[in-house]
């Protein structure tokens, strides 16, 4: 092997050793999104796991079910609205609300169907919770109720 044949080869084992390693480094791409995928697959809240204190409200054009919930501080609640009403409803399209301004929460239910919320009320007090989207919005009475936080 001359000279030049020696440095054909080195030329080309340098070549192979790149395209070697783009390929390990596409793979390891592929296969570490795929994972990350499942990842935030598993841990999303599609069907978010309900915190002990479940709260179940449902709602429809006549109002909330609950006009009074009560809760502890600084204990994590998952808020669960059903909307009972169909799609087929004009005013709102069946879809009610659960909404405190002073929590920064608010549950959207589609028709015939539910939605949930997780949170933490830290501070004790009695806060209005409202359905904005149907009757009127939240100046209607019936789309009302207090939600009170216990110390
Ligand atoms: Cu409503």
């Not at 998952?78 to 549950?107: C, F, I, P, Y």
């Not at 919320?117 to 009127?136: E, Q």
Request: proline letters at 5%.
């Amino acid at each position: 092997m001359n000279k030049h044949e020696q440095q054909l080869r080195a030329a080309r084992c340098a070549r192979q050793k790149k395209v070697r390693a783009i390929a390990f480094g596409l793979i390891t791409l592929t296969v570490l999104s795929a994972s990350i995928g499942l990842l935030i697959s598993a841990f999303s809240p599609k069907t978010p796991a309900p915190a002990a204190n479940t709260i179940d409200i449902a709602a429809d054009m006549s109002g909330f079910n609950l006009k009074e919930i009560r809760v502890k501080a600084g204990q994590p609640m998952t808020l669960r609205l059903t909307s009972l009403d169909n799609s087929h409803h004009t005013d709102g399209g069946g879809k009610h609300q659960w909404a405190v301004d002073e929590l920064g929460v608010s549950v959207v239910a589609p028709p015939e169907g539910n939605n949930s919320a997780t949170f933490t009320p830290d501070k004790s007090g009695t806060y209005t919770y409202y359905c904005d989207i149907c009757c009127g919005g939240r100046a209607n009475p019936t789309m009302q109720g207090q939600l009170i936080v216990e110390a």
